[in-house]
């Protein structure tokens, strides 16, 4: 059974950074693919960035050259630098078997809070 675990979210003042990272097992991230959505109160769940176990990466335009998705074998990484207010929100780890980052995978975290404000 793969489940997602999350870590590292917190407070961070705008323009600091903060690092995630989430574990799941059964190497599903060098053989499918992992990303991370974020969900903020009043708002649809929506992509962050993905990645496959291939390399190939997705990133919403808004954090673009801010956040950076990175993978081992168990867990993916994102790192997120520059960091707005409209970035709080709940981080969620998603993974899945298939190796696209155009779709989402079967399998999610419980989630990580996210907030930067000062």
């Known amino acids: 059974q793969v489940q997602p675990v999350e870590s590292g979210g917190g407070l961070v003042q705008p323009g600091g950074s903060l690092r995630l990272s989430c574990v799941a097992s059964l190497n599903i991230f060098s053989i499918g693919a992992g990303g991370w959505y974020r969900q903020a109160p009043g708002k649809q769940r929506e992509l962050v960035a993905a990645?496959?176990?291939?390399?190939s990466t997705n990133y919403a335009d808004s954090v673009k050259g801010r956040f950076t998705i990175s993978r081992d074998k168990n867990t993916v990484y994102l790192q997120m630098n520059s960091l707005k207010p409209e970035d709080t929100a709940v981080y969620y780890c998603n993974a899945g078997w298939a190796p696209t980052i155009l779709t989402r995978g079967r399998y999610w975290g419980q989630g990580t809070q996210v907030t930067v404000s000062s």
């Open positions: 990645i496959t176990g291939g390399g």
